[in-house]
């Protein structure tokens, strides 16, 4: 029983297009993350919410839209794809933002390529 | 600014051949310094928080250190199945629980 799962695993798709990671948590967790893995290894926080609220939103393109329908589920919609958007994201909860050594459950990552 | 630097980038050992990580860091009001283990094509895995320096956690073959500069996850005997990527995390003084991830040390151990 996955406890972060994400979707899609790959995807590959054009520049310019319009695209969409879904995340859903089953941990009964507050707090939902984007983070993105560069081609180094380097994970860097994108966005957080808590309670369906946003609560981090480092310095990301507004191309780059977070939704949280409900506290389960966080979903990331990217507009106008370019070249340099090809990384891994990885989708994280945990059980609040705020609390001190919040440890991170990730999902498996979605693998973006732009061609 | 809030820093975290790992070493070596990457580590190649004989099984059963001990040897440690190092994760120097420079951060404002340090709150937590957390390890994790990723493996090929998965999300992180945590492994350990440290809250102060001096420190230690264990688990199976793995310790963790904590000094007010950097930590130290140490690999006893290491076995074929350590092989990973292992990241470094420290959460800075400040509202949220915001990680800065180090880049990681990638660990080979060959029987």
């Known amino acids: 029983d996955t406890a972060v799962s994400q979707t899609p695993k790959y995807l590959v798709t054009q520049m310019g297009n319009d695209k969409s990671i879904k995340c859903e948590q089953n941990?009964?967790?507050?707090?939902m993350y984007w983070y993105k893995q560069d081609s180094k290894k380097f994970l860097k926080i994108m966005f957080s919410y808590n309670n369906k609220e946003l609560i981090i939103n480092e310095t990301v393109p507004n191309r780059f839209s977070p939704k949280s329908p409900d506290k389960a589920h966080l979903n990331l919609h990217i507009n106008s794809l370019e070249l340099g958007d090809s990384a891994v994201y990885f989708c994280?909860?945990?059980?609040?933002?705020w609390g001190k050594g919040e440890k991170l459950f990730f999902g498996s990552g979605t693998q973006l390529s732009v061609l | 600014e809030d820093q975290v630097t790992q070493s070596p980038e990457a580590l190649r050992l004989q099984e059963g051949e001990s040897s440690s990580l190092n994760c120097s860091y420079t951060?404002?009001?340090?709150?937590?310094l957390f390890w994790y283990r990723q493996d090929p094509g998965k999300g992180p895995e945590f492994l350990f928080t440290?809250?102060?320096a001096g420190e230690e956690k264990e688990k199976e073959r793995l310790k963790a250190t904590l000094t007010k500069k950097e930590s130290f996850l140490h690999i006893t005997a290491p076995k074929p199945e350590d092989s990973a990527t292992y990241l470094c995390a420290v959460q800075a003084g400040g509202a949220t629980n915001k990680l800065i991830f180090g880049t990681g040390t990638l660990l080979a151990v060959q029987p």
């Open positions: 994280a909860s945990s059980q609040d933002v």
């Open positions: 951060v404002s009001g340090l709150r937590g």
């Open positions: 941990l009964g967790h507050d707090t």
């Open positions: 440290l809250y102060s």
